[in-house]
């Protein structure tokens, strides 16, 4: 796990913090004898001896402590960056599927849970620390009265037993915290991508913050509540077991055992330096349960940081010179894991796409259009059927199939950098032309194959995503509504000029669209309904006659 390969990574700093920690639990051991020696004995020597050597052990007990708490300091810093990194990476590797349907969860993972993993594995070599100072005083406690640390031992042994305890009971607590927290984010998302509509509507930002936020920032609270009064509790208690056992440590030695009473003051001074370790293991829990909250929670969203990271993908062979000549979709339905009704969006369906086909798929909202694409593109996978490149099934080599797709989705996301297919940047005078020829010259500037601004109306937006890819130039085009937003002129030249140029450089163009007018242009217009296709009309010449295709008879009917 994570924690393992963090730290063979760190291995010098790590060893440097154990044998730092180690000589300061030694030092503390050191002093701790040397105010028992003086408390039972006396200053015997010079005064001014007793005072420097006293000194000396407090000065080895600071340098130690601190050199090991600015290493761990260092590690810190070092292990939530590699956290972050890590969690990026899996991020990225992660299935668009798994993200589309638990968004806020996974979002709320880079933030929350990276801040209660890092100090779980932070404290970590504090608790090795603490164990050994507890070793080495229960060893100096042995040599001074066996049957005294025999009464501690117990104690002790309840304070643990009833920790442990507490913390099965409150790990379902932590949970039920993590999941709440996420409810809050998700609302708080409402917050800032709702903002325009909570502007306008009063009632609406109301039902907002007091039906939605407002209760589930309270279930966090009153989960926040019990967890941490249970832990308060828990150090209290431990904190009582350990005076109690003071307590009964100097009666029992006086009554019972007669024992000198310069034995039971050295044994005392001993059990109240013990004290502060047993304190620090107990209030540990804490963080090794929010910690560990976190830790299953990323598990549950798939964003598990066991085993390695794979190395980043490097585009390496986007599908250029790839020969593939036709994709299909093999009796291919699916389903949306969020739908609670597990209904069909899609399918089942069987359609093929040939290499350098103009393709529309039209129909009403609602019936599948996207979906089509996203299984076409190998961004879900079939629940029914297979998607077949050539004749073959894609099986392993999704990544690659991916790669011959560069389009614009329904609800696109633009990057500020334009990057070729191999993931360079675009020379600036290259960018500026396809500016131009977007209508976006001056609005837009180019510095290193960065935009100056994304800031646009939904139109001009769109037009940069269009630029996008222009820029990586793959095999597929795909248009999800693209032409929507634009204005009469832009959408006749996307049409008319656009979408046969690409065809006539060889590329396929699959557009979704609702513009009818223009449905003559294309080779073939497959439209669905209901999520099936219920007719895939081929041109059969320049004009717009078209052969059409019955699906539900699965051959040509021309
Ligand atoms: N993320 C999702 N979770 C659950 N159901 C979804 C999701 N996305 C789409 N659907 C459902 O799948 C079905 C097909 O949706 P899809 O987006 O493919 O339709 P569309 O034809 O592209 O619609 P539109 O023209 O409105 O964009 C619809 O019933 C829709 O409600």
């Not at 009063?202 to 249970?230: C, F, K, N, Y």
């Not at 069909?344 to 359609?351: E, F, K, N, Q």
């Not at 609800?411 to 005078?429: I, Q, T, Y």
Request: charged share 20%; with cysteine.
């Amino acid at each position: 796990m994570i924690l393992k390969r963090f730290i063979l990574r760190h291995r010098a700093l790590v060893l440097g913090a154990v044998a730092l920690s180690a000589a300061s639990a030694l030092s503390t051991m050191a002093l701790l004898s040397y105010i028992n020696e003086l408390a039972a004995n006396g200053v015997h020597a010079g005064r001014a001896t007793s005072l420097l050597e006293g000194a000396g052990w407090l000065v080895a007990v600071l340098a130690t402590g601190a050199m090991s708490q600015f290493i761990l300091a260092r590690l810190g810093g070092d292990l939530v960056a590699q956290l972050r990194i890590d969690l990026s990476r899996r991020f990225i590797d992660l299935e668009y599927e798994k993200l589309a349907n638990e968004k806020h969860a996974i979002f709320g993972s880079l933030i929350e849970d990276v801040a209660s993993i890092a100090p779980l594995v932070l404290v970590a070599p504090l608790l090795a620390y603490n164990g050994l100072l507890v070793v080495l005083y229960a060893s100096y406690l042995a040599s001074v009265s066996p049957p005294l640390l025999g009464i501690l031992a117990a104690f002790l042994c309840v304070t643990v037993v009833a920790s442990l305890v507490l913390e099965r009971f409150l790990r379902r607590r932590f949970d039920a915290l993590r999941e709440a927290n996420e409810k809050v984010f998700e609302y708080f998302r409402y917050l800032s991508e709702g903002k325009k509509e909570l502007a306008l509507n009063a009632a609406r930002a109301r039902h907002v913050a007091d039906e939605l936020i407002r209760p589930a920032i309270h279930r966090s609270r009153r989960l926040m509540i019990q967890v941490h009064t249970g832990l308060g509790f828990n150090e209290a208690w431990s904190s009582a077991v350990i005076y109690a056992s003071v307590f009964v440590i100097v009666y029992v030695g006086y009554a019972s055992l007669a024992l000198p009473q310069a034995t039971i003051m050295r044994f005392v001074i001993g059990a109240l330096f013990l004290s502060g370790p047993v304190a620090f293991i107990v209030s540990a829990a804490r963080q090794v349960g929010v910690g560990t909250a976190s830790l299953r929670h990323l598990q549950r969203v798939g964003l598990d940081l066991g085993g390695e990271v794979d190395p980043p993908a490097h585009g390496a062979d986007p599908g250029i010179g790839d020969e593939w000549r036709s994709i299909a979709l093999r009796g291919v339905s699916y389903a949306y894991a969020g739908d609670e009704d597990g209904r069909i969006a899609l399918g089942p369906v069987d359609m093929e796409i040939r290499r350098g086909e103009l393709l529309f798929i039209v129909g009403g909202n609602g019936s599948g259009k996207s979906t089509l694409l996203l299984l076409l593109a190998s961004l879900l996978t079939p629940r029914t059927g297979e998607l077949v490149v050539d004749g073959v099934p894609l099986e392993l080599d999704r990544q690659r199939h991916r790669e011959r797709f560069t389009g614009v989705f329904g609800d696109f996301f633009l990057f500020p950098h334009v990057l070729d297919v191999a993931g360079h940047p675009l020379p600036d005078e290259r960018i500026r032309a396809l500016l131009v020829s977007l209508g976006l010259g001056s609005q837009v500037q180019v510095t290193q194959g960065e935009l100056s601004k994304l800031t646009l109306s939904t139109g001009q937006r769109k037009r940069l995503a269009l630029l996008q890819c222009y820029a990586e130039d793959r095999d597929i085009f795909f248009f999800d509504e693209w032409a929507a937003d634009q204005d009469a002129h832009f959408r006749d030249y996307f049409y008319r000029m656009l979408l046969p140029e690409l065809k006539a450089r060889g590329k396929t163009v699959v557009a979704i669209t609702h513009d009818d007018r223009y449905f003559s242009l294309a080779d073939r217009v497959v439209k669905l309904e209901a999520g099936r296709i219920v007719s895939d009309t081929r041109r059969r010449d320049g004009g717009a006659a078209y052969a059409a295709r019955d699906p539900a008879a699965g051959h040509r009917v021309s």
